[in-house]
């Protein structure tokens, strides 16, 4: 019973016609996290002036959370929308913990001052700006090949490698699993782009206040790395021996050659 209140009962659960997933995870806990930045960046100007590192900050996750609602249709293949239930999980993260603990460090801002010059704010930014398009640019590179039509990736005909799986209802189904592009360099390098985002609008705090304004970006890189291996399990038990062979073709997780 409270596990089944913890992780919840529905997949899709509606009310009043909502869908209570969009609602939570795309519409309060994504636009909360938007308002709170821009009313913590607003506080600091009132208080301390403008800051150039305390603009990256937001400029960057203003930027990401865009490229978020440009992606929104995908979102709803990923693990939190076709695995996890509706239960106080997700609810209370997308409610609570995405509003506080992703809007960590802007509020960090409000009374410490960053401590990056004009110089390297810039350098920062180009960085943070790079890792949300590629991250953006790995996502839709699947969503692309996704829709079946004979594409191209980085100049070449885009390759995937078929695999077989068992629907619910007991047929069996055939599917390509993308093996070439950003897919063929790392089986997720969209989270070594997402944690490069994190790390870019967190990074103008300088390093002399400890772990306090990278706190969202130690919670994600713990996130990712338990997500990897949820999804790996996920995949292994839906593709069998067509995971492993994808895994023999993409060995590497986040980082060519390193893990
Ligand atoms: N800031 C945050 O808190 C978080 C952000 N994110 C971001 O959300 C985005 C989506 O992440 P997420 O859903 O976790 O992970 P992925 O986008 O990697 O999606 C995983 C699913 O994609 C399918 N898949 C895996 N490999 C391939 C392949 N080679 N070709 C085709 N399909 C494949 C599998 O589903 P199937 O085979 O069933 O189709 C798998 O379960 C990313 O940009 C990530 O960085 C994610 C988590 C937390
Ligand atoms: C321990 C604890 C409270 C975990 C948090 C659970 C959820 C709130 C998060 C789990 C996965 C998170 C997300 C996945 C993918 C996303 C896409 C990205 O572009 C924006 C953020 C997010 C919607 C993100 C939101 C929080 C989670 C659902």
Known sequence: MFHEFYRGMELHPRLLGVDVKQLTNCRMGMIMWQLLILIYFGASYQLKGFDPGHLVNVTLQTLYIYKFYRWETGYFNTLDITLDRAGYYLCWGCLVWVPSLYTFHSYFFVYHQPQS???????????????????????????????????????????????????????????????SGWWGLARKINYSFELGAALAWSIPAGFNYGIWP?????????????????????????????????????????IPHVF
């Open 117 to 179: 010059s004009i110089a390297s704010a810039l350098v920062i930014f180009s960085l943070g700006i790079a890792m949300i398009y590629f991250n953006y640019d790995v996502d839709r590179q699947k969503e692309l090949f996704s829709t079946g039509r004979p594409i191209k990736m980085w100049g070449k005909k885009a390759e995937g490698l078929k695999v077989t799986y068992t629907t619910s209802t007991g047929d069996k189904k055939t599917r390509q699993l993308l093996v």
């Open 214 to 254: 990278f706190i969202y970006f130690l919670f994600l890189l713990v996130l990712l790395i338990h997500r990897i291996f949820r999804d790996e399990e996920k995949c292994k038990n839906k593709y069998g021996n067509g995971w492993v062979q994808y895994c023999k073709k993409v060995p590497y997780r986040l």
